[in-house]
């Protein structure tokens, strides 16, 4: 039997009704080609800023995807170390050929899936695959990808402007130098743009175990006395502006809530210096935490930084996979959340003023109609997320532009973000969204909701102007 | 460039499928021109008791209209100072026009919601405009409307006939003395009908700023000592009757939650003396109203006022604009709300009576199939409400039909509310939910679950028969 | 009038675009005539081992039927004893034909709800009525039924037969002997499948009312001393292991909440020891009974039974109807639940171990996205229930598939669970299954996410190998 062919269709996820297909085909022409704004995401800067050739498929396309991974994990019962995780696992060719077989062999558990829609595309439309993943074909699949990152043309760098993205953030420790990013900047040869994004979780949460360490090494970085919570704050601002000089539009921030209220100055100094001793209880560090990130906020009216903020997962959910892997291998769970009244300390506060730009990314589909489409609505500030992790996909960003449309409108919506350390499916996940916005605005044109000229300016908007705007480029 | 034309399609918010939309516009003809009943709103009886000419077309049109003023606030950043807020704002022709300008100029941020699919019906429909509102068509639209509403066919009355209203319910305090209400159904030259509604929600939180002058007012007009909470109680069915009297068919409830346990006689009279000394705390001040308003339910079994329940709301997300502009102008923000638990003491009791019925209303749509259609397919006296505020749009009620029709069918939910204080809008909001249902209607003839006889007479019911059973009428 | 014909498209709930419909017709027809596998139903094994023919129409396709009882009690006002309700009251031909009727007289309440499809098509497909059912038919159709019921095909061993049953599973007490099943096993005439289930869930409720009677009940049944809380696992034990050596292929398990934390082995056997002295709290009733959850996790480990789990039910919600009527009568009503955290600790003990499965249900849609697709996408042994009892209906279907498939893919759900006793529906429920996962399929492959080969196989995949898989058949 001759393997069956990898042809992925142009009219791939748009509606089924022939006169609503012509429209969003019509949008979609407008929007196909311009060029992909990535505010937020996890590729190395390394990467990029020293051009490394890829080695091989597996470590450039599966290992480094936990998306991909897990599938495979819990629908095909694979091991993650057969897979090369964690990343930076020393594979040799045999293992990388065999990583990449499981996949192939197991393409049947991705069916109906984003993973599934992004592999097609990477493959088809980067890698130039025309046969189906398949125990069979990968093999043959493999070789010919690893005959592509030979090629200079299929260097980070060369990629970059294939894939024609014109800003791409990574996200950073706060006390990061930042120095491959300067290497970038200063690099005469480069014009593109990569972004450092300020992530200070970890220093944000005071009960954790570590947290009296990364406390000293951030004061010793922002050369700031840190031995109050006053020098706390001054470290942080040194260190976002660090970053801001960097370039960064924006800092990132993931807690298990969204809370964010205030303490008393004397509380929040007390409840430090408590914490810098590893007497701070849970219940205290929380309270801490949501002191701090209120403060965050307080500097990003002062430095102008866009704050991001995805809250509200389990991380690590599966302690022996944590225990042999690592972090970032899967095993993270969303749970609910609450913004209504979690959020009114920062809105209340900072939510109209003009300095201020709060983007909110949720997995809870209950929160968009229900919570952030009325609060994005009401305030300036305000920004809902499209829809992240989990929920990237083709039927979530439909349910999302239905949830949060009708009382938020197109312009307090984030734009796409990718969020992915899968470089090659970066066009491949910024098309999806394009695809799935042009099919919704479709809709709305064929049911009489909007006419063209509105509906073809709003697509070109969310691709351009909106996230421009979200993200102060 | 000559302006775009206002022309809104016949065939809006009908599915794409040529087939279904057929049949949807076949079930949308048996009910376009149906009278319209509105059980619920906030339109100020003094307009329609005294038939005063309309001002201007923002204080008509724009002012009182909070769902417009938050987007053009959040998505546009527009003071709302300049749109005439607070209601009753002195404002000159000078501002009005302005207000308008900023409407039409940010036009761009309403689409896709429901507010420029009202504006578009009411300027298109009630007023004759046939451009689009942009910054260049704004003073012609202006122009046009003033024009309008200074011919006696504009005057509230004659647009009540013109929008052919069955019957429209006013929101009234429990101490009104109904005054213009009885004006009105003693005026020989009128022969429509306008009901008043109880709504005791801020004499039902003991723990609230101004419970007691409130309660005090309350005794005195209801000429009972309300010195006990015996009493109180007393005063409360006097007042309900008053408003029977007066042609009210319903009380309307909104609390943070939706929980209704009885206290004991013994504990209800000690927290209610504690609430008058001003000694209460907010835990014992959410008992006592948990209690008040499940005997809110016990008196509506027996005066037969249908109750109506809407909870779970953050009140004046934003302080800074509660200080300046007041209550309603836009920063009250949902939260999500649970029913199966809270609600059993009051459906336990009475949920099977004849003379009750209770219908909810939720903004939080995951208890549409998790908890409203499995209780209303149960208790007798409850309605599942339609899609309120937030939620009133195409989609989201396209999205209440399709999680409560399944166990709670039709003949359980409430018909349509429009709940607005922006009287030329309620024709384009009842047509937006005789065209979804018909949509949804239409597509379950088209998928052969319904016979289309038998659609037919949902669709004509769910306007007549329906509300007019809900609500006693 | 001559009445209305009753005649089922053969087209019901496919799409309405003409192309998506003849993609999904041809799925269809691909799994429509494959055996239906039932792992979790109610039916009486009574009715199978002895093969009695059923008495009336009413108490074969009404009186059993709970989802039919609580409609026409909620919505036409019915009482519950005029349908002849509980189950097993001796009714009259008399009372058993008013009954009917008054399901006929009240079909309309029944539109657009599962119910009226599944009644459609047994009436239509098994006793071959050709009326739609209404004041008028109700007798005709009463005989119809009736003269069938009489004849040897009509009785549940030939109907078992016809419905083309491959496997069925009952639910039953941990203390009931089997006898039946045994019975049904031992006969050489029967050749179909019959299981049962193990269903402990009183036995692990310490703080329930007739707790302690029950615990000695195990005791004395599975001839083991259950004064330690290590005699009351050894008991259990024993018991599932008597189920499964008599077929069982799973245990059910349904409480309040999905917590699983274990405790101590010394403060497990001291609230054990509280609870069989009646001394025992609800708070403490309630830590055990997570604890007993996570022995039943770690017992499925050891026999290799399947976990099947649907909590966060009210149960008996309406007292006076539970007074007079007893359990199961319609007065059940779901609420919210967590599972992320609260499965942590069997999924990270078990989750991924060979033995262990557990299958997930629910009624709360919202856990789909958020928390069972993306743990079930992780954990090789979750399984994501298909929507089971309120939301087990079309539309609830496609918004299951849209919401697991982009993370769980279509291999880690549990295939269709009918969960019903009412026999004669069996076929219809399983017929809506397959129609609706067509139709998914179907809009996938006619938006070029899937090809038709691939859609194909998941379609019969779905409703053979899938099911065995998850319920080890």
New interface residues.
């Given amino acids: 039997m001759s393997p ?1 062919p990898l042809n ?2 142009p ?10 297909r012509d429209i969003t085909r019509e949008l979609y022409e407008a929007v196909k080609d311009l060029p992909i704004i990535s505010p937020h995401g996890h590729v190395p800067v390394e990467w990029i800023a020293d051009d490394i050739p890829f080695s091989d498929p597996t470590s450039l396309l599966l290992t480094p995807d936990h998306y991909t991974n ?2 495979l ?3 095909a ?1 694979v091991e993650l170390a057969d897979l090369g995780v964690p990343v930076g696992s020393k594979i040799s060719e045999e293992q990388s050929r065999a990583a990449f077989r499981l996949l192939c062999e197991n393409w ?7 993973v599934q ?1 992004w592999f097609e595309s990477e493959f088809h439309d980067v890698f130039g695959v025309k046969v ?1 993943p398949s125990a069979e074909t990968a093999d043959q699949i493999y070789d010919q990808i690893q005959v592509c990152i030979e090629q200079p043309e299929y260097r980070p760098r060369a990629l970059y402007k294939r894939f024609n993205i014109e800003a791409l953030a990574t996200t950073d420790d706060p006390c990061d130098d930042l120095a491959k990013h300067q290497q970038l900047a200063d690099d005469p040869d480069w014009d593109g743009r990569v972004m450092p994004t300020f992530r200070p979780d970890k220093y944000l949460e005071p009960a954790r175990e570590g947290w009296v360490d990364l406390t000293h090494k951030l004061g010793e970085v922002a050369d700031v006395d840190v031995s109050s919570y006053k020098g706390h704050l001054e470290a942080m601002r040194t260190r976002r502006l660090y970053f801001k000089e960097r370039g960064a539009v924006s800092t990132d921030h993931s807690h298990a809530d969204a809370r964010c209220e205030r303490l008393s100055d004397t509380e929040a100094e007390r409840l430090y210096k408590s914490a810098l001793k590893g007497e701070i209880s849970v219940a205290e560090g929380d309270a801490l935490r949501r002191h701090m990130v209120n403060d965050q906020a307080r500097l990003a009216v002062e430095d102008g930084l866009v704050m991001t903020m995805h809250p509200a997962v ?1 991380r690590n ?4 996979a944590f225990a042999k892997y690592g972090a970032d291998v ?2 993270d ?4 959340v ?1 913004f ?2 979690a959020l ?1 300390p920062i ?2 506060e900072y ?2 003023h003009d300095n201020f730009q709060l983007v909110v990314f949720t ?4 929160t968009y ?3 952030l ?8 500030g ?1 920004y809902v997320g499209a829809p992240w992790w ?2 990237d ?4 960003i439909m ?1 999302y532009r ?2 949060v ?8 919506t984030s734009g796409f973000i990718d969020d992915t350390r899968a470089y090659c499916s970066i066009p491949a996940r910024h098309d999806v969204s394009r695809r799935v916005d042009s099919a919704f605005l479709g ?2 044109v ?6 063209m ?2 509906a073809l ?2 697509a070109v908007d969310l691709v351009t102007t909106q996230p421009r705007k979200v993200f102060k480029l």
Avoid at 373 to 380: C, D, F, N, T, V
Avoid at 393 to 396: I, K, L, P, R
Avoid at 405 to 412: E, H, I, L
Wanted: charged share 30%.
């Fill in positions: 069956k992925p269709h009219d791939r996820l748009f509606p089924a009704d022939p006169k609503t897990r599938m994990h819990g629908a019962g049947k558990y991705l069916r109906g899936t984003p829609f189906r389990v959910h599966d302690p022996h899967g095993g769970v969303p749970h609910s609450e209504s009244r009114q809105l209340a939510g109209n997995i809870d589909e209950t109609s229900r919570e489409a009325p609060l994005a609505g009401y305030y300036r305000l989990f929920i996909e083709a039927d979530a349910r239905r949830a449309t009708g009382y938020a409108g197109f312009y307090k809709s709305l064929a049911e009489h909701r909007l006419q000229d509105e300016e709003v």
